[in-house]
């Protein structure tokens, strides 16, 4: 390789190491937050603390 390919190959690399980490932190970010909003939904049923219009789905006029 001639003496700035090796550059643009590393910054290539750099960028694509950077990518996958991102798509990774997002995914796992997700994926705790859709555990949450589960447990949260099953703490609600559980208790039996909806409010009338959410459990209605009116507004309550």
Same mark, same amino acid.
């Given at each position: ?12 690399a750099?960028?694509w190491?950077?990518?996958? @980490?991102?798509?990774?932190? +997002?995914g796992? $970010?997700?994926? *705790?937050?859709n555990r949450? !909003?589960? @447990?949260?939904?099953r703490? +609600?049923?559980? $208790?039996?603390? *909806?409010?009338?219009?959410? !459990?209605?789905?009116?507004d309550?006029?």
């Open positions: 390789m001639s003496g700035g390919n090796e550059y643009v190959v590393a910054a290539y750099v960028i190491v950077v990518l996958l @980490l991102y798509v990774v932190v +997002i796992a $970010r997700t994926a *705790r937050l949450d !909003a589960e @447990l949260l939904t703490l +609600i049923d559980e $208790r039996g603390d *909806r409010p009338p219009e959410a !459990a209605t789905g009116t309550g006029e």
